[in-house]
């Protein structure tokens, strides 16, 4: 099945499935498609498939250049377009239209900030483990209830106008995150109207970053009026969540990888944070493993989301 490919190589789903209908396309075909699974025939892959592959990716290369090419353009983008097209741009007639204004309102920019500056996203993290489990956890199927968290909420989109900005910096560039993404995400819990008020606050640890998140995590729990507890730590170094492809690698890429000190986790409902989520799978293996040793309800929150999709 296609779960169980991903769990043996890093590839997006979408694209495996793409190989898979490409290859079962070819006669004779080397795959065959049995309802959800496939499986290998006696058929090899011939060496005419690698010289159509090759092909067609050069051709792919050559379409993105001409489309990067329009992009750059300052002028002429109807001739350019008629000629890719095999056409006569002679035959064309050009249009007297007026430029585009350039020009850009101050308070339309403000009112832009202020609405990205008050868009939070809610999250809710998985409630299934991956197929095939995690073995080092040894866990497998549906997440218990007890072990899972309560919706979560995130500041921002990583990168945007708003508080995305300053979360790249501090990430990529000065190291540390600005006092005012603090302000950000007391507005954020704000506006959430929690019945549920944590006592205390975690985080997710990282042997690449060791003092940003736990910096920025001691800020804003003093903030809070509530303790910051590193409960958390790391059993032993992964590959960073963003190189892995699929959602099955994602989530064993942290199998084993963390682990609690039961001794700190206090029984009271606690905010786990992080900077950033993605396939959410850090934080549900962190929450669980907190839940396990006992912690009270979790709420997760984040500075940012990196999902591919947004």
Not at 140 to 165: E, F, H, M, S
Not at 191 to 196: A, I, M, R, T, V
Request: aromatic share 8%; net charge negative; hydrophobic share 40%.
């Amino acid at each position: 099945s296609i779960p169980q490919i991903e769990r043996m190589v890093n590839i997006r789903r979408s694209k495996i499935g793409h190989v898979l209908k490409i290859m079962a396309l070819e006669d004779p075909a080397p795959v065959v498609n049995d309802r959800s699974k496939w499986a290998t025939t006696a058929s090899g892959v011939s060496s005419q498939f690698w010289e159509r592959v090759d092909r067609l990716t050069a051709l792919r290369y050559e379409e993105l250049d001409e489309m990067n090419r329009y992009v750059h353009l300052g002028d002429g983008h109807m001739r350019y377009l008629v000629e890719a097209l095999d056409g006569d741009p002679d035959e064309v007639e050009p249009l007297e239209l007026p430029n585009l204004d350039s020009g850009v309102s101050p308070s339309l920019v403000v009112e832009a900030l202020q609405f990205l500056r008050h868009s939070f996203i809610d999250v809710e993290l998985r409630k299934q483990w991956p197929a095939g489990g995690l073995p080092e956890y040894d866990v497998r199927g549906r997440i218990p209830v007890d072990q899972r968290t309560a919706p979560g909420r995130l500041l921002c989109y990583y990168g945007d106008a708003g508080w995305g900005a300053l979360v790249k910096e501090g990430k990529y560039q000065t190291g540390r995150f600005d006092d005012r993404l603090i302000d950000g995400v007391v507005s954020m819990l704000a506006d959430w109207k929690l019945e549920l008020q944590p006592t205390w606050l975690t985080c997710i640890p990282s042997n690449r970053h060791p003092e940003l998140v736990p910096s920025f995590a001691q800020r804003l729990a003093d903030r809070l009026g509530i303790e910051f507890i590193s409960c958390i730590g790391k059993a032993k170094d992964n590959e960073p969540q963003k190189t892995m492809e699929n959602s099955a690698m994602q989530a064993l890429n942290l199998d084993g990888v963390f682990d609690v000190d039961k001794a700190l986790v206090k029984d009271e409902p606690v905010f786990l944070f992080d900077d950033m989520v993605d396939s959410q799978w850090t934080m549900t293996v962190g929450a669980w493993l907190l839940r396990r040793a006992g912690s009270g309800e979790i709420l997760p929150i984040a500075l940012a989301s990196t999902a591919n999709d947004n």
